[in-house]
Structure formats: C-alpha cells, structure tokens
T-cell receptor, first 114, second 112 residues
Framework: KAGVTQTPRYLIKTRGQQVTLSCSPI?????VSWYQQTPGQGLQFLFE???????NKGNFPGRFSGRQFSNSRSEMNVSTLELGDSALYLC?????????????FGPGTRLLVL | GENVEQHPSTLSVQEGDSAVIKCTYS??????FPWYKQELGKGPQLIID?????GEKKDQRIAVTLNKTAKHFSLHITETQPEDSAVYFC???????????FGAGTRLTVKP
C-alpha cells in the first residue's frame, strides 16, 4: 500500500508570492491534516479536512488555507508569503477524523521563502 | 488550549543502554498520547501510543507509561541500537478536539 505522498518535495519562493502544496492520502484514508514544522516553533497543527470540509483549524493567519477534493486529495495554499513561512509542511492522513492511531505522515514539502 | 512540554531536548546514550524521554501536558481532557520518531528527511512515524484508560503499553523494546493524575507520560527504549538515533516527539490530543499538540522533540543519539 502506497504511503502518503506530497508534492513538490522542495520549493523556493520569494516574499509576496503564493504557493500551493499537494497531498495524496493513503488509499482509503478520508481525513487529511496539515502541519507546519520549524526549528523554532516545532510541529504545529494547521487544519484538518474530511469529506471536503474543514473540520478543525489551528492558530494560523488567514493566509493559510486548504481544501480537499472528492477523492480525499488535499491542497494547502499560502498567499503573500513571508520569510517566516519557511518550514517543512507535513501532511498526514487517517481513516477517519479522530482515529489518530491510523494517522500516517508524508515526507513533507520543504518550503524556503527568500 | 493544550500545552505539551518535552524533556530532554537532546539525549546521548551508549548502545545497549536505556533511554527515557518525558512529557507533561496541561489539558485534562487529553486522552490520546502518541509518540513519533522522525528520521532525517522523513515525516514523523508513529511508534507507539497510549490512551488515558491505560497506564502502560509495551511493544518489544519500546514502552510508554502514563500518569493521568500528574499529567505526564514517558517513552522508554531499552537495549538501544544505533538505528534508534532520531528525533522523537510526544503529542497529546482529545477526542473532542482534533488539534494534536506536539512536544518540542528530543534528539536521541545512540553511540555504537
């Protein structure tokens, strides 16, 4: 069974630009969560999607948004990029919301904002 | 909201020794406590978890203990091997809130 895949794996953008990251969950997993990982703040929850609806959202500005498609694939978007948005963005999928024991992480997309 | 503290931030042990990492949490509603291992260039991987209705859980060389009263839980790795070297994260979440909070991580180095 293929794991969680994220594309692209690496990305370089400049301040003010916007970026879209993609996540394909494990087959059969319907819940997708996004996390930001930085050396200073650690792993922080961004949001979770299930059935194409955002179920929960972390403490991030509105520049961070996401969506989920009918096939459970998810995208997250960051607009008006800032230097502090440089981070590893991790996607995790689980069978259903709340079933954390079934949660698997992808390898992440490393974003560098110059 | 939930706040998870993790100690130590770095840990170096000799191969064959045991390693213990400790975490505390603040939200008494938290009832699910996973531990993740993250190797360089990879996403976190769930290695063991425990729910609040259990005090201890073991899986081969790895064990987790939970003290609900004191709001702390610990990861124990016995007979450590060089391949155990990685960053380990604890986390806490509740059934009502899917916002999982992570500890800051512990970089474990196992010297051969």
């Amino acid at each position: 069974k293929a794991g969680v895949t994220q594309t692209p794996r690496y990305l370089i953008k400049t301040r003010g630009q916007q970026v879209t990251l993609s996540c394909s969950p494990i087959s059969g997993h319907r819940s997708v969560s996004w996390y930001q990982q930085t050396p200073g703040q650690g792993l922080q929850f961004l949001f979770e999607y299930f059935s194409e609806t955002q179920r929960n959202k972390g403490n991030f500005p509105g520049r961070f948004s996401g969506r989920q498609f009918s096939n459970s694939r998810s995208e997250m978007n960051v607009s008006t990029l800032e230097l502090g948005d440089s981070a590893l963005y991790l996607c995790a999928s689980s069978l259903n919301p709340g079933q954390r024991e079934t949660q698997y992480f992808g390898p992440g997309t490393r974003l560098l904002v110059l | 909201g939930e706040n998870v503290e993790q100690h130590p931030s770095t840990l170096s042990v000799q191969e064959g020794d045991s390693a213990v990492i400790k975490c505390t949490y603040s939200d008494s509603a938290s009832n699910y406590f996973p531990w993740y291992k993250q190797e360089l260039g990879k996403g976190p991987q769930l290695i063991i978890d425990i729910r609040s209705n259990v005090g201890e859980k073991k899986d081969q060389r790895i064990a987790v203990t939970l003290n609900k009263t004191a709001k702390h839980f610990s990861l124990h790795i016995t007979e450590t091997q060089p391949e155990d070297s990685a960053v380990y994260f604890c986390a806490a979440s509740s059934s009502d809130n899917n916002d999982m909070r992570f500890g800051a991580g512990t970089r474990l180095t196992v010297k051969p």
